[in-house]
């Protein structure tokens, strides 16, 4: 798995997360990168990836310029890995935590330009992911919901794109 776009565009990451990772696929990330980048440039100050699993996202947050990236996992050999990279990286602006993503929301008093969730598929109560956490968004930010073709969120996304087996609802806040 490689790193698509930025500075470290080229690079791969270490394959070493949990078994039941899904991770988002190098066609899914360019385009939905490039879709912000040419529409919401602002979003790359302060990111949230929830259920971060191998860390792509995160990744690809900070090879294209991200201020500062908080992950958040549940996993512990996820978290490990991500650590690691971070680590063997040297990367200053990535924070990494073991929490759970619904725990974590509930008790954040901090707010975001950019938050991506790719939670499992099969996560109790899915469809109301935006209702939570579009309140931690900035003005101007974007939330970005990576799931099945078949999900309908409980509200409607700004913008849908549809890459046959994952779909990304995108909300946007107003500035």
Known sequence: MRITGGELAGRHIPTKFASHVRPTTDRVRESIFNLIAHNY?????????LYSGSGIISLESISRGAEHITSIDSDSKN????????????????????NKTERFIKNCN??????????????????????LIIPLL??????????????????AATQVKNYGS??????ATSP
């Not at 978290?79 to 073991?98: A, G, P, Q, V």
């Not at 900035?138 to 509200?155: A, D, K, R, T, W």
């Open 79 to 98: 978290i490990t890995n991500l650590k690691e990279i971070c680590s063997n990286w040297d990367i200053s602006n990535w924070t990494i935590h073991r």
């Open 166 to 171: 994952t779909v990304c609802s995108i909300f």
């Open 110 to 131: 901090q707010s975001y330009d950019l938050i991506f969730a790719d939670p499992p598929y099969d996560l109790a109560g899915i469809n109301n992911l935006p209702e």
């Open 41 to 49: 440039p602002q979003a790359f100050g302060q990111v949230l990836d």
């Open 138 to 155: 900035n003005p101007g930010g974007i939330f970005i919901f990576e799931h099945q073709p078949n999900l309908v969120p409980s509200m």
